[in-house]
């Protein structure tokens, strides 16, 4: 008890993250100018991923807020937080963004202010303000008195379901954009030629041809590094830069029609240009702050609480995802240093007139997913040299393991080796019993072993998340260029976003799983499949799958709630005492430790397969005359083959990033 009200000591959380992170930050920057060119990929790839929905949420902030607010405000907002962010915040790997439940609470407050005499649309933001400052001052002190210790209670099921309900959210407003291209907008004058049956009916079929095509391009290029056609270095370009090129290359398709059609078809991004007079009025709104009468400055309390709550959640769990455990990431957490430093851009966004940023999903595993990277080629050489040195030299099993041990640690530069150790333990086990494998013709193969056995890096750095910023910065400035972006190309980005984020989901994998037949079930075995599809009952995977899929219907019925939609987050916090006291009294604790494992771990397929198709190619027949080629001598030939890149795609799901954790069993045999 003394410990643990030690550790919820006022400051005590925000110190701990400063020594925690504060040795890091050289090396963050250092890590980020070393990669080189190499950066310029995930930067594009989330630049994209967090300025489109802004410009989208700040479109339809626009419209409720009678034009007070619309997306050079949202993408402001962004680019400033993100800015501050990545160079004083805790986690760099963390996207911040103005997101859709900030759009609905301000249209909330919009909505309560103008209809008030003493208050109305002119001292809106004024008023709003203030609700900024309160917000503020709550998250400090939750930073303060240690409340972000929470989050450690947020298990495998809380993530799952949240990232699943983002998910479901970013498919519901593709889904209601691409329905909207065949109706009248808000504001649209219905006798307008373009708002007529013909060509309206021609915009949505218009608009589906830009979605769907956008949408499917998108998934595609992302798996380029699997295509058969293509050189490496075109196949990886696609990969890194196919989803930024393909929204350039719908967009102009949309111009295909342009000069037979009315103009408006397509529907288009619509927002004020930043120098139209007006536009930067809410930039001096501080001095309109002392004009809102005291009953509402003490009155703003109420939503702010709500905000509050709201942001502590979304920033906390977006944190969370963004370095779980899966990402074997190096750095430490910094969740309340995080949260103090988001409420000091609350209260400067609220006297700047912006609408706030916060953590954002999924853009933020999006973010670290896309840094993923294997160990240096340079550390798998070392590796593959010292152990062929070391066999030619007759040396003993214990002894290969240790000169590849050596090599491991001093190429990793890092702190204590204990980590190192654990990492690599499957390839210690492999090594160790090589000597009984022999017998079995499974000796030691450096090139295979080590390659599958290396574990997975992120490359941790601050420099993608400034470059983004900064890029949405500068997409204020270029919103004349930003207004050509057709509305339904949005719609499909909307809605790869959303089945980006589902593969790797467990919770989805098993839903899934519910759909196939009892007889097609072994099926599953064929292929790598989660561990717990062997150990736990079928019954009791799906009641587990059932639970959960019930709970999702919930928490997504309250985001339907007009005002107490925002209270979304109350079912997730309320999952810590279910999964703490209710659900271990349903389903096995052996059970529940596989289904609500902290860690994604995978199971080998039955036969096993090589890690790609393009090894097993490598192995020509042999026939009587013919010797057997020693496996030791196909690594110079493999590695030739299979870039880093494309074994991290075979290594990870095409979703958050997380790493499917693939377990070398020692006494496995090539079928």
Request: charged residues 20%; aromatic residues 10%.
């Amino acid at each position: 008890m003394e410990k643990a009200a030690a550790s919820n000591a006022p400051f005590r959380g925000i110190i701990n993250d400063i020594r925690g992170r504060l040795p890091c930050y050289k090396q963050d920057w250092i890590g980020g100018f070393t990669a080189g060119f190499r950066i310029l990929a995930p930067t594009a790839y989330i630049f994209f991923a967090s300025a489109l929905p802004v410009i989208a949420f700040g479109e339809q902030l626009g419209r409720d807020t009678d034009g007070t607010l619309s997306a050079v405000q949202t993408l402001a907002s962004t680019a400033v937080c993100g800015i501050i962010h990545s160079i004083l915040g805790g986690q760099p790997l963390l996207i911040l963004g103005v997101a859709e439940p900030t759009v609905l609470m301000y249209t909330y407050m919009f909505n309560f202010a103008k209809d008030r005499s003493d208050l109305g649309k002119h001292l809106f933001l004024a008023w709003a303000g203030w609700v900024c400052v309160w917000t503020s001052l709550l998250l400090c002190l939750l930073a303060i008195f240690g409340a972000c210790s929470i989050i450690s209670r947020f298990t495998r099921i809380a993530g799952e379901l949240f990232g699943m309900l983002i998910a479901v959210l970013f498919m519901q407003e593709g889904i209601k954009g691409v329905v909207g291209e065949f109706r009248v907008p808000k504001g649209g004058n219905p006798k307008n030629e373009v708002y007529q049956y013909p060509w309206l009916f021609a915009n949505g079929l218009f608009g589906l041809l830009l979605s769907f095509g956008l949408l499917i391009t998108a998934l595609k290029s992302r798996r380029a590094r699997a295509w058969r056609y293509g050189t490496g270095c075109l196949r990886g370009f696609i990969a890194d830069y196919g989803v930024p090129v393909m929204i350039l290359v719908w967009s102009a398709v949309s111009y295909s029609a342009s000069d037979k059609v009315p103009a408006g078809i397509p529907r288009r991004l619509f927002s004020p240009d930043p120098w139209t007079p007006g536009a930067s009025s809410n930039w001096t709104i501080i001095r309109d702050m002392l004009d809102v009468p005291a009953t509402y400055i003490f009155a703003a309390l109420i939503p702010a609480i709500m905000i509050a709550g709201l942001y502590f959640f979304d920033h906390s769990v977006a944190s969370q995802m963004a370095q779980q455990k899966d990402f074997n990431l190096k750095n430490p957490s910094a969740y309340h240093y995080d949260m103090l430093l988001l409420g000091f851009m609350v209260l400067l966004c609220g006297l700047l007139g912006l609408p706030p940023s916060n953590g954002v999903l999924p853009q933020s595993p999006m973010h670290t997913k896309s840094l993923a990277v294997l160990k240096r080629q340079m550390i798998r050489k070392k590796m593959v040299e010292s152990a062929k040195k070391s066999i030619e030299e007759q040396a003993s099993t214990l002894e290969i393991y240790g000169n590849m041990q050596e090599v491991f640690i001093e190429m990793e530069q890092k702190g204590p080796a204990s980590k190192d150790l654990n990492e690599l333990k499957d390839l210690k086990a492999i090594v160790l019993r090589s000597t009984e494998d022999e017998k079995d013709g499974n000796a030691f193969d450096p090139g295979k072993h080590i390659e599958a056995c290396l574990p997975v890096r992120v490359k941790e750095q601050r420099l993608s998340n400034l470059m983004q910023s900064l890029l949405v910065g500068g997409s204020v400035g270029l919103m004349p260029v930003i207004k050509k972006i057709p509305t339904s190309v949005l719609w499909g980005y909307f809605a790869y976003m959303a089945i980006e984020s589902l593969p790797g989901n467990q919770f989805w994998e098993r839903l899934l799983l519910l759909f196939i037949a009892p007889t097609r079930r072994y099926k599953i075995l064929e292929d790598l499949h989660a561990s717990f599809v062997e150990t736990v009952p079928f019954k009791t995977i799906a009641l587990f799958t059932i639970f959960q899929f019930i709970y999702l219907l919930l928490c997504f019925g309250v985001t339907w709630i007009p005002i107490a939609g925002i209270l979304f987050p109350i079912p997730f916090f309320l999952l810590i005492p279910i999964r703490q006291y209710i659900l271990p009294k349903i389903f096995e604790s052996k059970y529940m430790s596989e289904l609500d494992a902290a860690e994604y771990e995978e199971s080998a397929a039955f036969p096993r397969r090589d890690l790609s198709l393009s090894i097993r190619e490598l192995d020509t027949p042999r026939t009587p005359r013919t010797p057997r080629t020693p496996r030791v001598n196909r690594v110079d030939s493999i590695k030739e083959i299979i870039g880093d890149a494309e074994i991290l795609d075979e290594l990870t799901t095409r979703s958050r990033g997380e790493l499917k954790l693939r377990p070398v069993h020692v006494d496995s045999r090539d079928l």
